[in-house]
């Protein structure tokens, strides 16, 4: 794939949103609504904090990870996880609900080729809370998968072959070296992969070198498509008074479409828009649209990002799981403290004259809590020696002027600055 010049800031989300109109009772309404609100919220952070970059986002994939990691904690971890996404995945109706939602997505009379799926890998000795598979399966359908992360370099083939896979071979690295360690214990993933052709294509002797408007007010000159067509269009302006044009662009199976909006004048920032994004608007977009004669110019390009969703995630309130000493995992393992201590996303997109292709893939990675929490003694500590079989102190209390080994276990730097001690 070749890579476009930085556009910077094409924030172009690769919002498979649902819309709302797809849905066809209220519980898939809402649901539809609630994962999509979600994820564009995880999308206006990214936004935010990659400024001046390109980026791709997928909003799908992160609802979709976290909804699964709802599911393993527990207590204010999980709170925290339910309030960002504003649903329970175990409140009644809510899984078959999202299912429901895919199926539609995924069928078959959905002629543009769109397929997504979860997986979850687990430690295969970690011994798991009693009835956590089959309540997984249950809500997910999809079968725990169990690794030996312990095998750093096979279990990182393997989920990475699984991600590769569901992505047509667009992602073959979402794991680099080192993201799998002996502290390694879950890891929950989602693929995603879209190939859309447009309903129109665009003509290839349409395409030209033009200056394209670069945020910080510099110009780059890539090739752009051109097509002259009756295009659904709206116009809309922000609550701060900035117009901006928003147009459709249909995929031919006609149950997809790519919405493009930017702001009508050059100098207000694409973020008067992604800060205002959310289901709601785009519907709104989509009711106000009437079909109009337009000449569309629009670049062809080729995207890869990947994202740390960790600042994300937290700046939306969720904490507590990166916190070794605080994430709650009591509903997937009580065996040890664990954290999560990744959570990514890849994506790749293309766009030129005949469709979109594009890829995501989502991890979150869950780890055990480093190592043992650390006592050092690099202060004056106290010392007793006691006779246990009757209790009494061997030669009394006494407060050790220096550093000094109290156990042959206890890792401690001694003497350091203390140079009128002498060395155990
Ligand atoms: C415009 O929107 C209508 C209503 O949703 C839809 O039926 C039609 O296919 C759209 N046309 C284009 C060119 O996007
Ligand atoms: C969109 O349409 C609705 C009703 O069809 C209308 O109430 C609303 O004002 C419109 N919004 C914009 C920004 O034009
Ligand atoms: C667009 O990209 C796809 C995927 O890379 C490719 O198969 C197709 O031939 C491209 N179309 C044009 C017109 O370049």
Redesign the pocket.
Known sequence: MRMSPVFACLALGLALVFGEGSASYHRQTQAARLTTDFGVKVFQQVAWASKDRNMVFSPYGVASVLAMLQLTTGGETRQQIQAAMQFQIDEKGMAPALRQLYKELMGPWNKDEISTADAIFVQRDLKLVKGFMPHFFRLFRTTVKQVDFSEVDRARFIVNDWVKTHTKGMIGDLLGEGAVNQLTRLMLVNALYFNGQW?TPFPESGTHHRLFHKSDGSTVSVPMMAQT????YTEFSTPDGHYYDIL???YHG?TL?MFIAAPYEKEVPLSALTNILDAQLISQW?GN?T?QLRLLVLPKFSLESEVNLRRPLENLGMTDMFKPNQADFSSLSDEEALYVSQALQKVKIEVNESGTVASSSTAIIVSARMAPEEIIMDRPFLFVVRHNPTGEPGRGGSTAPCPRVSSPQTPVQTGVDAPSCPSP
Do not use: T, V
């Open positions: 309903k067509n009756k295009f659904n459709e662009l249909p006609d479409s989509k649209m079909r």
